[in-house]
């Protein structure tokens, strides 16, 4: 029977949430790291068992902790990131330059074949790789050495690299984004790379559609479909066909296009999720309602997602990394809040139950699907 | 012996509880108390001090004998009462945030 182990990484630690294929009974495991901000946690797809995390804190820095028991037990590993050769700058808020400087690792994404490869995305805007079990950290500077990494600004929330996607069907191939850079691809293995902006306008930027500055919160790929890119940005949802060098608008109904999380149902590669957030001013869900939106047209028709979920005084926030889909059929979805709640939907979305709803502050989600 | 007494937090990374004690060779110093402590705990590198530049981060203090010893120079001798083990170095985070 299939299982189902979905990794919450919280600003007090983190949980893991067990159940079977029903996803009606949920054990909780937790807080592991407690105390300690875990930006992102995931798991291994080639072993499930090894599950990375990243874990920080104000007082104490980044550190690294990795499982090879499913989440049994914990081994800390390297948390050295060093810029590859000299720094250099960035566009700080004020627009002068500021020297790129290592703050914290946000996401972290295991090779798709190799167990002891993972990747991690850091702020200041880096990739970096490590091939032996998170050990030892080297970072790809061709991406912070593209020509436009002096024009890079960070976001309100620090200049961060959030998503990583690699390409199942090319190995030579990844995706990332940085806030507030945009997204960029790399097509051999991560020497160079390029901007795929293309498409975006963002009004926050002297011009809309330049080469770089957007705001880019989050990008979901179905891995039967790797050319077809979904964006949540700043404000904007929007579509690629073409594995990112054109973008085009797909917002259509939705009552705000502002939003972090975006997802892609994993049978059906039209079908696509987001949480509408009021705007850019008050991070909070549309109307006081928590509503999930999927549209099955690859975007443009919204339908609202509300059986389950609270209809009234709702003032919660979902961000960028804490939306994530297991591979059961049906499709489960899942996503947690900034007020605690990790809510889980076994029917892809058509209704909906908190697993737990009191966690701190959700910062990630993710989900392994066990045989 | 040096004792060196940890935040809970780095206890909890570095699986240890109370004390630690810890052999230095030569002159006892912060750079060399912590150059102890790190290679017996090496997930405690880039904790207390960066990686890169070895600087004290921000928000962490070293206390001992009743005196706040962080501005000193890393290579300036701690207190006699630390290097003879009467008395621990204290690594103490600070009092802020929620």
């Known amino acids: 029977m299939s299982k189902v182990r979905v990794l919450v990484g919280t600003r007090k630690g983190a949980f893991i949430l067990s159940s079977d294929g029903k996803r009606e009974q949920w054990e909780v495991s937790g807080p592991h790291f407690a105390g ?11 072993d499930p068992n090894r599950i990375y995390v990243s874990q920080s804190s104000g007082w104490f820095g980044q550190t690294m902790q990795r499982s090879s028991d499913g989440g049994k037990s914990w081994e800390a590993v390297g948390n050295k990131f060093a810029y590859d050769g000299v720094p250099g700058t960035h566009q700080w808020y004020d627009g002068t330059p500021h020297p790129w400087e290592f703050k914290r690792v946000w996401h972290l994404e295991p090779s798709l074949t190799d167990p002891e490869t993972v990747y991690a995305g850091v702020e200041d805007a880096a990739i970096f790789r490590s091939t032996d079990g998170g050990q030892n950290w080297s970072e790809l500077p061709g991406l912070r050495g593209h020509g436009s ?18 390409d199942p069907s090319n190995p030579n191939r990844m995706y990332i984004a940085i806030s507030a850079a945009g997204a960029f691809r790399t097509d051999d293995g991560g020497k160079n790379w390029k901007p795929i902006n293309q498409g975006l306008r963002s009004q926050f930027i002297p011009d809309p559609t330049a080469e770089v500055g957007h705001c880019v919160h989050h990008v979901a790929m179905h891995p039967a479909r790797p050319d077809v890119l979904f964006m949540q940005k700043h404000w904007d949802v929007m579509r690629s066909d073409n594995a990112g060098d054109l973008w085009t608008e797909v917002s259509g109904n939705l009552p705000t296009d502002f939003g ?3 997802d892609v149902h994993a049978h059906e590669p039209e079908t696509i999720y987001v949480v509408p957030i009021k705007s850019d001013s008050e991070h909070f869900v549309h109307d006081a309602r928590l509503r999930v939106y999927r549209s099955r047209s690859g975007g443009n028709e919204w339908e609202p997602l509300t059986n389950g979920l609270p209809q009234s005084n709702c003032y919660v926030n979902v961000l960028r990394d804490a939306m994530a889909v297991d591979k059961l059929d049906k499709c489960g979805i899942y996503f947690g809040t900034t007020g605690g709640q990790v809510y889980a939907s076994a029917d892809a979305g058509d209704n909906w139950a908190p697993i737990v709803r009191d966690l701190p502050a959700v910062l990630s989600v993710e989900v392994q699907t066990l045989s | 012996m040096i004792r060196v007494e940890l935040p809970y ?3 909890t990374l570095a699986k240890v509880q109370g004390e630690v004690l810890l052999e230095v060779s030569g002159p ?39 005196e706040d010893l962080s501005h000193q120079s890393p290579d300036e001798p701690l207190p006699e009462a630390v290097a003879s ?12 945030g929620g």
């Not at chain 2, 083990?85 to 802020?96: D, F, H, R």
Request: proline share 6%; charged share 20%.
């Open chain 1, 36 to 46: 300690w901000e875990i930006y992102h946690m995931k798991g291994s797809p080639a």
């Open chain 1, 149 to 166: 990494g002096p024009r890079w600004q960070p976001g309100a929330g620090g200049m961060c690299l959030h998503t990583i996607i690699l």
């Open chain 1, 260 to 262: 972090f999380v975006i």
């Open chain 2, 9 to 11: 937090h780095l206890r």
């Open chain 2, 28 to 66: 006892v110093t912060q750079r060399s108390v912590l150059d102890a402590l790190e290679a017996r705990y090496p997930m405690l590198r880039g904790t207390i001090r960066d990686h890169g530049t070895g600087k004290r981060r921000d928000f962490l203090r070293f206390f001992a004998c009743q």
């Open chain 2, 85 to 96: 083990g009467k008395e621990p170095l204290l690594v103490v985070g600070a009092i802020a």
